[in-house]
């Protein structure tokens, strides 16, 4: 049975990956010696730096990069193409990473244009990840799927609708994905975090203190924590279909 969760050799599909909770993803399963495809949006230095640090540290891993707009289903196909051309074969592992959160709280100061493009990176994208994915998991009846959704999906958080119902989306997605594909053997979860830091979404060093304030254990979380519970997901194949909230105690 150990083989169920053995991830050693495995390819994972990381978008978002230049910085942040994704970057730290990507060090935890390189350490695993999981092969990785990365995507980034416009950082090409910080992409750069990290695949390089990366391939020094574990030269037998194959790690590739792809400048993706996860906004385009066509950019998205491109990659995967690439992928396919780089690893010979689709991703055994999706962490659905990438994200974007303008923080308007208020509904009557939300665009219809800032609305469309929140659901269109945070669910819409993993939406088209996944069906680029789970032909390749079903085939070999193994598969991991991740989806970086949010406390503002459980409608908390400092963030405004449209952002909560961007990551709520991603929760019942999983849900149901999760019922889907269990026959397969491929497990979805979502990790749900709550301020964290180093990942841009609280705008200033100023506003740290006072935001920790807030939060029960007093300081904000980190990306390395954010990638603990990611690859505990990776690797603890009968754990499927949950939401997990890490959050310092914030309810």
């Not at 789970?134 to 409608?155: D, L, N």
């Amino acid at each position: 049975m150990a083989q169920l969760n053995e991830i050693r050799g495995r390819l994972a599909l990381i978008t978002g990956a230049s910085g942040g909770i994704g970057a730290a993803c990507a060090r935890q399963l390189a350490q695993r010696g999981v092969h990785l495809a990365l995507t980034y949006s416009s950082n090409l230095a910080a992409i750069t730096a990290l695949v390089d640090e990366l391939k020094s540290q574990y030269a037998s891993l194959r790690i590739s990069f792809h400048q993706v707009d996860v906004t385009s289903a066509q950019q998205i196909q491109d990659m995967f193409s690439q992928i396919d051309k780089e690893h010979g074969h689709r991703p055994d592992i999706l962490v659905s990473n990438a994200g974007y959160g303008k923080r308007i709280p208020q509904v009557w100061d939300i665009s219809l244009e800032e609305f469309d493009y929140t659901i269109n990176v945070n669910l819409r994208a993993s939406f088209i990840l996944v069906k680029g994915v789970v032909e390749h998991m079903k085939a070999q009846r193994w598969g991991r799927i991740v989806f970086m959704s949010s406390i503002a999906g459980y409608g908390g958080g400092i963030n405004g609708c449209h952002y909560a119902a961007s990551k709520g989306g991603m929760t019942g997605m999983m849900r149901n994905l999760s019922t889907r594909l269990a026959e397969y053997n491929v497990s979805v979860n979502d990790v749900a975090p709550a301020m964290i830091g180093d990942t841009g979404m609280i705008p200033n060093a100023q506003a740290i203190p006072k935001v920790a304030a807030g939060i029960p254990l007093g300081r904000l979380g980190t990306p390395e924590e954010v990638a603990n519970v990611v690859s505990m997901l990776i690797t603890t194949g009968y754990m499927t279909g949950q939401s997990l909230l890490l959050a310092g105690g914030l309810k």
